[in-house]
């Protein structure tokens, strides 16, 4: 199966800051990675599909890019309702769609 | 609207047995690939099992394989997962998914894009 990892595993920003959160896949997922947000008691939301396409309705402030095994998302300037926890997901090696372990963005 | 809306979670003792329903309007249900995916209290996201569109394929994480078991009936737009001798790790929050494929460069790139909001189960005595 693929693992997939995440960097780092928290933070801590402020309203304003550039964000960056990294993923890595055990072995090549070309362009199948997918990013999720997950606000708590909540279910997880698409973000980032094909590692780099915004799902519709998401601010544009959200930007994925990589492919292969490395991956990044960037939120451009944090907003205070962009506090949550990122995940990543493979949609490569289907039907087993690995997630990272999440990234938890929290207030500075 | 689609709505994907859990239900038959509760509290079982380890070795027990439970009944997961997912019940989904405002979408074509029949057209649907359809995934469980939990999450542990505090922790993250765990892909639990898969069922196709006809039921025909089906595929489960190591860690449920063997007590656990997805189905699904179209004509009564649900999704299922049986499952038996639960231990003390399978307590978690379980969530319900449509998986769809998004076009992209000409290829297409599957992604869960509905979610149920999820039935907390527990197992313990």
């Known amino acids: 199966d693929v693992q997939m990892t995440q960097s780092p595993s928290s933070l801590s920003a402020s309203v304003g800051d550039r964000v960056t959160i990294s993923c890595r896949a055990s072995?090549?997922?070309?362009?199948?990675l997918n990013w999720y947000q997950q606000k708590p008691g909540k279910a997880p939301k698409l973000l980032i599909y094909a590692a780099s396409s915004l799902q519709s309705g998401v601010p544009s402030r959200f930007s994925g890019s990589g492919s292969g095994t490395d991956f990044t998302l960037t939120i451009s300037s944090l907003q205070p309702e962009d506090f949550a926890t990122y995940y990543c997901q493979q949609s490569f090696s289907i039907p087993r769609y690995t997630f990272g372990p999440g990234t938890k963005v929290d207030i500075k | 609207e689609v709505q994907l809306v859990e239900s038959g979670g509760g509290l079982v003792q380890p070795g027990g047995s439970l009944r997961l329903s997912c019940t989904a309007s405002?979408?074509?249900?029949?057209?649907?690939?359809m995934n469980w995916v939990r999450q542990p209290p505090g922790r993250g996201l765990e892909w639990v099992s898969y069922?196709?569109?006809?039921?025909?394929?089906?595929d489960y994480a190591d860690s449920v394989k063997g007590r656990f078991t997805i189905s699904r009936d179209n004509g009564k737009n649900s999704l299922y997962l049986d499952m038996n001798s639960l231990r003390a790790e399978d307590s978690a929050v379980y969530f319900c998914?449509?998986?769809?494929?998004?076009?992209?460069?000409?290829?297409?790139?599957?992604?869960?894009?509905?979610w149920g909001q999820g039935t907390l189960v527990t197992v313990s005595s």
């Open positions: 069922i196709s569109t006809s039921g025909s394929t089906t």
């Open positions: 072995q090549s997922v070309r362009s199948f």
């Open positions: 405002g979408l074509t249900f029949r057209t649907y690939d």
């Open positions: 998914a449509t998986a769809a494929s998004y076009f992209y460069d000409m290829n297409g790139y599957p992604t869960f894009d509905n």
